[in-house]
């Protein structure tokens, strides 16, 4: 098994423009999320899906939106990209969001917005 | 709204030594309270778990305590490697989310 992987690993945008990060997993995980990690700051959800078709707003969603159209896939696009948005980005999953589960983590893609 | 804060942010120790890095957290409604190894560029890895019924977890050298009552948890390594190099953060668990503290970097020189 793969796991939790993330598509691209590492990203350029000029200010204003536009990009989807992919994230796959392949352990039928039902919950889904999308942390950025930035320095000082630790990882803050930005957002996160308790199913497929279902999605809810973490603590930092401000810039960003989901999708999560099939169960193996969560998608998180940013529309107009801003340099307060050049992060790292994780995303996660767990079998579900009680109190027994630990979340798997994918590699990070690194986003510079100039 | 749940706080997690990790003391110290960074930690050296010559190898072999045992150590304990020490998590707390504000609101002790937390479900479960979970310790997390960060490699640099990497993802997180799960290291071990706490369910809030519970008083400490061990997994090989690791062992984490979880003390409800006075908002800490503690992550104890024994006869530390090199390569337990790493960050460490912990994560409480609590309205179906984690909210992580900012980590802990350690080093342990050969």
């Known amino acids: 098994n793969a796991g939790v992987t993330q598509t691209p690993k590492f990203r350029v945008l000029k200010t204003g423009q536009s990009m989807t990060l992919l994230c796959a997993q392949d352990m039928n995980h039902e919950y889904m999320y999308w942390y950025r990690q930035d320095p000082g700051m630790g990882l803050r959800l930005i957002h996160y899906s308790v199913g497929e078709g279902t999605t809810a707003k973490g603590e930092v969603p401000d810039g960003y939106n989901v999708s999560r159209l099939k169960k193996q896939n969560f998608l998180l696009g940013l529309e107009s990209a801003a340099p307060s948005q050049t992060s790292v980005y994780f995303c996660?999953?767990?079998?579900?969001?009680?109190?027994?589960?630990?979340?798997?983590f994918g590699p990070g893609t690194r986003l510079l917005v100039l | 709204k749940q706080e997690v804060t990790q003391i110290p942010a960074a930690l050296s120790v010559p190898e072999g030594e045992n150590l304990v890095l020490n998590c707390s957290f504000t609101d002790s409604a937390i479900y479960n309270l979970q310790w997390f190894r960060q490699d640099p560029g990497k993802g997180l890895t799960s290291l071990l778990l706490i369910q809030s019924s519970q008083r400490e977890q061990t997994s090989g050298r690791l062992n984490a305590s979880l003390d409800k009552s006075s908002g800490r948890s503690t992550l104890y390594i024994a006869a530390s490697q090199p390569g337990d190099s790493a960050t460490y953060l912990c994560a409480g668990g609590s309205q179906g989310n984690l909210i992580f503290g900012k980590g802990t970097k350690l080093s342990v020189k050969p």
């Open positions: 996660a999953s767990s079998s579900f969001g009680g109190y027994q589960e630990t979340q798997y």
